[in-house]
């Protein structure tokens, strides 16, 4: 075992050897035919465009086997069985904030002490633009963890390298999956198959400041675009006189970024927009364009202000008052409490139709082996359980994917100690996912 992982570490080198030549030789081309310092301009001429192509298909190739020999380097020849005869396998999580990683790891260490054949080691690799180059790198050099915590939205990417194991002969004959959420399903299933099951999840809603709908003279919660830009428009103000908006009615979230896509398309759905049509990407369906269309003549009107590039997530503006109402989670909740402003909650105005959008992680089972997968299955019924999910919902926020959790006990009187809370459930009973076809992140960015 260790010859070969040596010649293949041989092999490695000598092909960094080989790529780091041809990349020099492109890079010669590319200064010799005048186009190197046009790399960022929006027109290249043809050759320019072919050579700039090559030169990133060789980075990201250099890049990918130095992280393969990184990890191969890094991984042992460790046995896949301890010594009192318990399966041990890995999950890779980008959990946060660190107060929900330590609660995580609290739960799995209750999870290892309850189960003699199965023992679960969770190591963060850090956020989730960080992990997809080590995640590659993993399922390239043929060595994944057991379990992946991640967005679905990267479900058509690992299905299309053979990645990941179908898992509804496991899930159809368990008890579990009439108590998950209906609402999950459509982020779990691609091409017949389920494909990931639900960590948590969440969804966002209109957060607003109720003494400035006070002293707007707002009675009435939006419940129509027309009546949020009716709202938006009295909450506009120059409140010193000096001819300058003060306060906006909304801030409106601006990027290319997911945070971006997430806040939007509530309002895509609602104005019965697509992101998919026939499973193939359309972005300029009716209701894409009425969506935003009406963010931008809130815009335009002046009665909603944009947030900082890739920032739309950032309470300032809300906490401050200079924007009356935002879109955003109940992951925010433990912030809002510590600021002691006032707050409140309501459903995101509809169209046509009310909409959500269905948030959080789900966990992938990566293709191993027997003896590993079914030891990864024993814990995802563990995260799927009534008893997982109510104490992580509980302790962070997050709402709870299973049934029974929901109308526990424990969890209602939570809620009712916590009624915005009531306003996410509530959604959860109209919410979407977002599509997980191969290819989602160049449809998000160009949305």
């Known amino acids: 075992m260790l010859l070969l992982r040596l010649v293949f570490i041989a092999v490695h080198i000598l ?19 005048k186009i190197y310092s ?11 465009r072919n050579i700039k192509f090559q030169l990133h298909r060789w980075q990201r190739l250099i890049c990918v086997i130095f992280l393969s020999l990184s990890l191969l380097l890094s991984s042992g020849c460790q046995p896949n069985t301890q010594g009192n005869g318990a399966t041990k396998v890995t999950l890779w999580h980008g959990i946060n904030p660190p107060e ?28 989730p633009d960080g992990q997809l180059p080590k995640i590659l790198a993993a399922v390239v050099n043929d060595q994944p963890p057991d379990m992946l915590w991640f967005v679905a939205q990267l479900t058509g990417q690992l299905t299309e390298l053979d990645a990941i194991r179908p898992l509804e002969d496991w899930l159809d004959k368990s008890p579990l999956k009439s108590e998950i959420d209906p609402a999950m399903f459509e982020s779990m299933e691609l091409n017949g198959h389920i494909l990931s099951v639900p960590f948590a999840t969440n969804n966002a809603a209109m957060f607003y400041r109720p003494s400035l709908f006070e002293k707007a003279g707002i009675a009435k919660l939006p419940e129509t675009w027309d009546e949020l830009r009716d709202a938006a428009k009295q909450l506009t103000q120059d409140l010193d006189g000096d001819g300058r908006t003060d306060q906006y009615g909304l801030l409106l979230s601006l990027g290319k970024g997911e945070w971006t896509v997430f806040a939007w398309l509530p309002f895509i759905f609602s104005a019965e927009g697509e992101l998919l049509q026939g499973n193939q990407p359309n972005l300029v369906s009716p209701g894409t364009v009425k969506a935003l269309q009406f963010g931008a003549d809130l815009f335009k009107d002046g ?19 200079k924007a009356a109402m935002q879109v955003t989670g109940p992951w925010t909740l433990a912030q809002l409490q510590q600021t002691k402003i ?69 969890y209602q009187n939570f809620v009712q100690n916590n009624p915005v809370l009531e306003v996410f459930l509530q959604q959860m009973g109209w919410a979407r996912s977002r599509p997980i076809i191969p290819g989602y992140t160049s449809l998000s960015e160009n949305l």
């Open 100 to 127: 929900n990683r330590d609660i995580f790891n609290e739960l799995v260490d209750k999870f290892n002490q309850t189960h003699d054949s199965v023992q679960v080691e969770a190591l963060y690799i850090g956020q």
């Open 303 to 321: 009665f909603a202000m944009l947030s900082a590039p890739e920032r739309g997530y950032e309470l300032d503006n809300f906490l401050s008052g």
């Open 38 to 48: 046009s790399f960022f301009p929006t027109c290249l001429d043809q050759q320019g």
């Open 15 to 33: 092909a960094i050897k080989n790529l780091i030549k041809e990349f020099i030789n492109i890079t010669d081309r590319a200064m010799k035919s």
């Open 342 to 410: 006032d707050y409140n909650v309501f459903p995101i105005p509809a169209l046509k139709k009310r909409a959500a959008v269905v948030g959080g992680e789900n966990l992938f089972v990566f293709k191993t082996n027997p003896e590993r997968e079914r030891a990864s299955l024993e814990f995802l019924e563990y995260i799927l359980s009534e008893e997982f999910q109510t104490t992580w919902a509980l302790k962070t926020g997050y709402l709870p994917i299973n049934l029974k959790a929901q109308k526990s006990e424990e």
